[in-house]
């Protein structure tokens, strides 16, 4: 009761004209981004960043709430009229949703996604209200070796079990925790990987890489494949629900949300597996549904996978939402950012000098429940702008990718020199552009490089202030029960990952299969 007061003081303050207005235009800019194809809400915020730069940190994080939200429902809605996701998590979401959209029902696919990134995002936000403050209450007990221990966990499992080749996942890790070194040494002052360059000297900005690797890496590699056409845009009109799409939606929002919210408050729990396993739960009820004769042709049932169930659209988007929602727990509570969009919205805090972790809660707790409560109110703003505007987004998908990417770049450059008004910071983004091409081009997955980024100087602290403690003594790091218990647990996924890994891959192929020969069957019908 006592969190649900201190979320009703945040309430309090966020709830003024202008800070209202600051949620808005988040909303409406990160939808603006976010629905432009190829870029999903961890590049719609990082390309946003600089837009916060001039604000007060609470003005600025009422703006960046609304970002986030937007920037998931605009990935939702290219995922659905465009089958072409932002980001992994929106693929189930794509499997159905653009079935719906091609059969003439991309506006239900839409307000299902809509209200079902409502629903979970809402239930999602006061789950993080009740346990990010008792979790931070432990983790002020945590020593440096569990620290450690959980920061291994969080980059290996990020590494190896979220990605398809744990090699490349590691050789992505790698670079990051590379790109972590340069700068001065905390401890003896030395330069390291600087090249002599003297801007080097104060460690990189992770803005600047965000950027770069998210944004000018995908516009570079859409270049290098570019069509001249633009992108095929199912007609989309004004997004409704109907009695029986709410009949046969509710329950796969409440599902999803208790999928998606556990799995995003673990470390590198992410959100794929649990959109995932919401569309196949969703998919095997339904079925269950049509054998015991309650699911017909053209109703609640298992006959309508494949063809543009809305339930395959409700599950998995309430899951991804509550997924997101849960990743603000081990961020805020422990300062551990357990996707691409948490290590932006880290970089964020950093930026204003604010480091997220167990004192975070308690030395500026009015700043933490203000931003609990922005994101709740940037819920309600989601909902209540984008709905009628979305045949509005839907016109935005026509823009010639020429032009659009040719804007991102524009944008992405004039963001990474208000950082430090440096030039330099532009060359940085050229090279951070390039290496992020290579790693599409390779199939290298971009989180681990981020985490290890922004969290490798944080490992390196905890590793040298362990070792201090015990005199250079190694055996420090599995000391502490918990750290002990973390490294089982860290054998155990490892062990356990190619069962699961297979398991999963095979039924995936499955499920699209059958999703590519219904949709064949209904570009035939169309015909």
Known sequence: MENLGLLADGLAAALTPMNLLYAAVGVLLGTFVGVLPGIGPAMAIAL??????????????????????????????????????????SVMTALEGNLMARAGRGAQALATAAVGSFVAGTIGTLLVAMFAPALADVAVEIGAPSYFALMVLALVMTATVLGASPLRGLLSLFVGLTIGLVGLDLNTGQPRLTFGVTQLV???????????IFAVGEALWVAAHLRRKPARVVPVGQPWLGRNDLRRSWRPWLRGTAYGFPFGALPAGGAELPTFLSYVTERRLAKRATLKGRGTGAGPGGDEFGKGAIEGVAGPEAANNASAAGMLVPMLALGLPVTATASVMLSALQGYGIQPGPQLMTEHADMVWTLLASLLIGNVLLLVLNLPLAPLWARLLRIPRPQLYAGILFFACL???????????????????????????FGLPVLPLILGVILGPLMETKLREALTISGGDPAILWSEPLAIAIYVVLLLVLVTRPLLSRWRSRTESRIVAEAHEAEAVTEGAQR
Do not use: C, K, W
């Open 202 to 212: 104060d460690r990189l900005d992770i803005v600047v890489v965000a950027v770069g």
């Open 48 to 89: 946003l960043l600089p837009v916060t730069f001039g604000l007060e940190p609470t003005q600025a994080f009422i703006m960046f709430a609304g970002l986030y939200y937007g920037g998931m429902y605009g990935g939702s809605t290219t995922s659905i009229l465009l089958n072409t996701p932002g980001e992994s998590a």
């Open 415 to 441: 963001g990474a020199y208000a950082t430090n008004l440096d030039p330099f910071d532009i060359a940085l983004l050229l090279v951070f552009g390039l290496l992020g091409m290579a790693m599409r081009r």
